[in-house]
T-cell receptor, first 113, second 112 residues
Framework: NAGVTQTPKFRILKIGQSMTLQCTQDMNHNYMYWYRQDPGMGLKLIYYSVGAGITDKGEVPNGYNVSRSTTEDFPLRLELAAPSQTSVYFC????????????FGPGTRLTVL | GEDVEQSLFLSVREGDSSVINCTYTDSSSTYLYWYKQEPGAGLQLLTYIFSNMDMKQDQRLTVLLNKKDKHLSLRIADTQTGDSAIYFCAESGRTGRRALTFGSGTRLQVQP
């Protein structure tokens, strides 16, 4: 199993540009998440999904959109990039089982200039 | 609301024990976790503890939970240079979304 994979690893965007961060998991997990990690801070929840076709906002959803058309994929869309979106983005998934272990991807480091 | 707090930095000598502390506010937390993040990598689950337990031991790791004070600690025995990383405390509430609330992380530096 590859686990949770994310692409790209690094990206530099100009203000106002758009991009999609890709996330795929091969563990057949229903629950998937996008977090952002700002320097010296913990992870903040952007969006989450409890299954294909079902998504909802987390704590910091402004400026982002998501979709979940399949169990495996959970892309995160930035429509109009702003410097405040400079961060490291992590995708995670879990089966939601007994102790709810979340599996994380390696992260995407995004810089908006 | 949910909040998880940790101290930012800890430095120890190789071979010593490390103790990383965490406080949380959500009394409905079912599980509490310790994740490890090495430079440039994602988070990896180290260990977890169920909210009705006081202690859990797993090889060099000991987790202590004081529910009354909402205090969680991670003790690493015989700390090695390979233990240098950022350690995140996280809690999982009872909400259906199963998302975690993370502390800001404690950077552990192990001096040879």
């Amino acid at each position: 199993n590859a686990g949770v994979t994310q692409t790209p690893k690094f990206r530099i965007l100009k203000i106002g540009q758009s991009m999609t961060l890709q996330c795929t998991q091969d563990m057949n997990h229903n629950y998937m998440y996008w977090y952002r990690q700002d320097p010296g801070m913990g992870l903040k929840l952007i969006y989450y999904s409890v299954g294909a076709g079902i998504t909802d906002k987390g704590e910091v959803p402004n400026g982002y959109n998501v979709s979940r058309s399949t169990t495996e994929d959970f892309p995160l869309r930035l429509e109009l990039a702003a410097p405040s979106q400079t961060s490291v983005y992590f995708c995670a998934s879990t089966s939601g089982g007994v102790y709810n272990e979340q599996f994380f991807g390696p992260g995407t480091r995004l810089t908006v200039l | 609301g949910e909040d998880v707090e940790q101290s930012l930095f800890l430095s120890v000598r190789e071979g010593d024990s490390s103790v990383i502390n965490c406080t949380y506010t959500d009394s409905s937390s079912t599980y509490l976790y310790w994740y490890k993040q090495e430079p440039g990598a994602g988070l990896q689950l180290l260990t977890y503890i169920f909210s009705n337990m006081d202690m859990k031991q797993d090889q060099r790791l000991t987790v202590l939970l004081n529910k009354k004070d909402k205090h969680l600690s991670l003790r690493i025995a015989d700390t090695q240079t390979g233990d240098s990383a950022i350690y995140f405390c996280a809690e999982s509430g009872r909400t259906g979304r199963r998302a975690l609330t993370f502390g800001s992380g404690t950077r552990l530096q192990v001096q040879p």
